[in-house]
Nanobody, 121 residues
Framework: QVQLVESGGGSVQAGGSLRLSCAAS??????MAWLRQAPGKERDWVAR???????SYTESVKGRFTISKDNAKNTLYLQMNNLKPEDTATYYC?????????????????WGQGTQVTVSS
């Protein structure tokens, strides 16, 4: 089974940037996504990408976050710019072969362990 390992989290001040990486052990799945979960809140999707490179973002991060992938490296990225305190959360990457993973990223079959992002004001 594919394993996903996130990295790149950390603490930054508002307005700063971070780039998250998600390395897949075997191959890049057809559908991949980034989700986040803040303390006391449900896990919500942030950005998603298809095998063809089609992307979609939740409204609150549009224009600030960019999802991309490097198929040669089996790695998914999330470039986060102009970070805000409300972006503070644990960020997870997820992957799956079924279209349901793109439509509803919380249903993806494979998950990473998460990486913490903290944005201070």
């Amino acid at each position: 089974q594919v394993q996903l390992v996130e990295s790149g989290g950390g603490s930054v001040q508002a307005g700063g940037s971070l780039r998250l990486s998600c390395a897949a052990s075997e191959y890049t799945a057809r559908y991949m996504a980034w989700l986040r979960q803040a303390p006391g809140k449900e896990r919500d999707w942030v950005a998603r990408i298809t095998g063809a490179g089609t992307t979609s973002y939740t409204e609150s991060v549009k224009g600030r976050f960019t999802i991309s992938k490097d198929n040669a490296k089996n790695t998914l990225y999330l470039q986060m710019n102009n970070l805000k305190p409300e972006d503070t959360a644990t960020y997870y990457c997820a992957a799956g072969q079924a279209v349901s993973c793109y439509v509803t990223p919380t249903s993806c079959s494979t998950w990473g362990q998460g990486t913490q992002v903290t944005v201070s004001s």
